[in-house]
Nanobody
Framework: QVQLVESGGGLVQPGGSLRLSCTAS????????MRWYRQAPGKERESVAS???????VYADSLKGRFTISRDNARNTVYLQLNNLKPEDTAVYYC???????????????WGKGTLVTVSS
């Protein structure tokens, strides 16, 4: 019904930057909040940031100032700008979205499969 696909991950040196993208596609009627999570090796998945349709944002306290979430509603896309990356930012980054399909008008939370970010020299 609704698919989320992340892109933009890769290998970056400490202090570098990356921009992740996540695009929703399929039989979409509407999308509400969109979010980024990450899961580091051997750790639980954690929330990174979220953004509403109107652009209101919430960040994990530890990541404020380095990461920026934004979205393009016309493109059903959410972005995550990662700056001043550190080795501890190495993780698979997942997006999710609360979306309503035109097939049943039920709001569900959908997940992408993730994109790997590796911060290493």
């Amino acid at each position: 019904q609704v698919q989320l696909v992340e892109s933009g991950g890769g290998l970056v040196q400490p202090g570098g930057s990356l921009r992740l993208s996540c695009t929703a596609s399929g039989l979409i009627r509407s999308i509400n909040a969109m979010r980024w999570y990450r899961q580091a090796p051997g750790k639980e998945r954690e929330s990174v940031a979220s953004i509403t349709t109107g652009g209101s944002t919430v960040y994990a306290d530890s990541l404020k100032g380095r990461f920026t979430i934004s979205r393009d509603n016309a493109r059903n896309t959410v972005y995550l700008q990662l700056n001043n990356l550190k080795p501890e930012d190495t993780a698979v980054y997942y997006c999710n979205a609360d979306a309503e399909s035109i097939t049943d008008y039920i709001m569900r939370t959908y997940w992408g499969k993730g994109t790997l970010v590796t911060v290493s020299s």
